[in-house]
């Protein structure tokens, strides 16, 4: 948890990602959060981190899906552990982002200049501005319950 809270305080977001039917909650950097990161900065193919950048997985296609879950499971957190970073602020706990690999849905819920859900791996996407719990079915917001 102490992890946790030191990455809220580093500007790190809070987002769910479904896969395979199952939901999974993590607090990753902006960036990250971006699953065409080639579409968003074509220039950072050409960037000496781009190995250490998720792995080198700059555009999230199907076949990468797996993958980037792999780089990205460091950062998995529980709703219970997130719910105890009490020194985090009401808006460093509020879920910014849903992706659904299942349905090809991003929700953007991070109202700031930067707009994640244009870049998306294809035409198959789907992606839109809301509120990202309004999109977890209701069993599982009550384990959220406290974040907006």
């Known amino acids: 948890m102490a992890d946790l809270v ?13 896969y395979q039917n199952s939901y999974f909650l993590y607090a990753m950097p902006l960036g990250w959060w971006i699953l065409n990161y080639d579409k968003y900065d074509p220039s950072f ?14 555009n999230v296609i199907d076949s990468e899906v797996g993958n980037f879950l792999d780089t990205i499971e460091c950062d998995k957190v529980t709703p219970g552990d997130f719910k105890l970073a009490v020194n985090a602020s009401a808006e460093e706990r509020r879920l910014n ?3 659904d690999f299942d349905g090809k849905l ?10 994640p859900e244009e870049y998306l791996p294809d035409t198959a996407w789907r992606g839109e501005i809301g509120y990202p719990i309004e999109f977890l079915p ?3 917001r009550v384990e959220f319950e406290g974040l907006s």
């Open 97 to 99: 982002f849903f992706i």
């Open 138 to 140: 209701k069993a599982l």
């Open 6 to 18: 030191k990455k809220l305080n580093a500007d790190y977001l809070l987002g769910c990602i479904r």
């Open 45 to 58: 193919r050409s960037h000496a981190d781009l190995a250490s950048f998720r792995n080198g997985i700059l």
């Open 106 to 115: 991003f929700i953007n819920g991070y109202f700031e200049n930067v707009e």
